[in-house]
């Protein structure tokens, strides 16, 4: 079974910045597909960034130019490198991945399999 274990969350001042990982865990082969979303309370889970075999890398326009989503294929691991965080990037994020075809819309939770526990982000004065 695959696991998605996250970690690099965190509390910042708005203009700082977080790293977030994610380390994929009981397969052996690279994820095609993968993603990191996010959940503030009372809000929908929504696509931030994503990478793919098929597919440019996506951003959500809220994030783009200040988060950058990458990944380490020989470790299997999925990196979100967020800098100048606002006060509205408070959330929950989430990994995601899948080893589905994912090029028809990769930053839909529903494309998505597998998940992580989530790591909050908490950008605050």
């Known amino acids: 079974q695959v696991q998605l274990l996250e970690s690099g969350g965190g509390s910042v001042q708005p203009g700082g910045s977080l790293r977030l990982s994610c380390a994929v865990v009981g397969y052996s082969s690279s994820v095609p597909c993968m993603g990191w979303f996010r959940q503030a309370p009372g809000k929908e889970r929504e696509g931030v960034a994503s990478i793919n075999d098929w597919s440019p890398i996506n951003y959500a326009e809220a994030v783009r130019g200040r988060f950058t989503i990458s990944q380490d294929v020989a470790k299997n691991t999925l990196y979100l490198q967020m800098n100048s965080l606002k006060p509205e990037d408070t959330a929950m994020y989430y990994c995601?991945?899948?080893?589905?075809?994912?090029?028809?819309?990769?930053?839909?939770?529903?494309?998505?399999?597998?998940w992580g526990q989530g790591t909050q982000v908490t950008v605050s004065s």
């Open positions: 995601a991945a899948t080893y589905r075809d994912c090029s028809g819309g990769n930053l839909v939770r529903r494309s998505y399999d597998y």
